[in-house]
Structures are given as C-alpha cells and as structure tokens.
C-alpha cells in the first residue's frame, strides 16, 4: 500500500479530520467564492505593507481552492494533510488533471523533502508563529500569481 492510500485510509478514520460525501457543486463554488475573498483582503493587506498577514491570508485563498475541488469529488476536510492527500490521489487516479508541482508548492506530505523552498504552509506557518514582521514583498507578489494561477485551474476542474 501506498503512503497516499496508507494515509488516506487513516484520514477517512476520524470524521474530524475527512469524510466522504455526496458530489457537491454548491459548496465547491462557495470555496472559489472564499478563495476570491481572501484574494481581496491579501491584496488590501498589502497595501497595508502588512504583508505577514497577506501570506497568511494567501496560504488560505490557495486551500479554499483545493477544498471545492474536494467537494466536487465527495469529500469534506478538516485537516490539511488529509486535504494534500486527496489531491494527490485524484491526480494519481487522472480524475483531475492539476499539475501535481502546484499541490507540492501548497504543500507536501514530506516535511524533510526541500527545506531549501518552504512551501506555502511553512511560509504562512513563520509568519503567523513566528516574530519577526519583515516579509519580502516579493514573496506576497509570488504568493498571488499562484493564487490566481490555482483559481482559474479550480474553476476548470469544476467546470469539467
């Protein structure tokens, strides 16, 4: 068994971490929706120069994108590794074409595997638990042309 399957089946376990639902499009459309939102506030953040709470904000516009994908395919999340894994299992599966390197970037199940560039996680994680204020505006510019880029490959996946 796969670690995917391995902790795919360890996350349907608890129904506080992810359960398998019907299809639902409503929901899914209500995550793009809250992805748009916060797309929105990240951008007044920054021109707040207040840009630890713009990475912040960006990390969840990017994974209200991944949940409606989750809701369009049967399941609701709580937790966000179980979230990485069901992605990678409907690419794994062809059941959505996403380029596998934007769940990684997000994201991956591998805390060790390129500590050299921090995933969106680890940067929203430092700048939420972490003291330090001085973010690079380039790391909140480059947060939003992924964001934009996860946005319109969502809409594609649920229009599919």
């Given at each position: ?12 376990k ?8 019907k ?7 209500k995550?793009i ?21 713009a ?7 990017v ?24 992605l ?26 390129d ?7 680890e940067?929203r ?17 480059s ?18």
């Amino acid at each position: 068994m796969s670690q995917i399957d391995k902790h795919l089946k360890w996350c349907l376990k608890d129904s506080r971490r992810l359960v398998k639902i019907k299809s639902d499009l409503d929901l899914a459309n209500k995550h793009i929706k809250k992805s748009e939102y916060n797309y929105k506030i990240m951008q007044n953040l920054e021109d707040q120069k207040t840009y630890d709470w713009a990475l912040n904000i960006g990390f969840y516009a990017v994974y209200h994108c991944f949940l409606g994908i989750l809701a369009k395919f049967g399941y609701d999340s709580k937790n966000q590794s179980c979230t990485i894994t069901v992605l990678l299992k409907l690419i794994e599966e062809s059941k959505i074409d996403l380029d596998k390197d934007y769940v990684m970037r997000f994201d991956t199940l591998e805390p060790e595997k390129d500590v050299a560039n921090p995933t969106v996680r680890e940067k929203r994680e430092t700048s939420t638990y972490g003291v330090d204020t001085n973010i690079d505006l380039e790391q909140v510019k480059s947060l939003k042309e992924f964001i934009v880029k996860v946005q319109r490959e969502t809409i594609r996946i649920l229009n599919e």
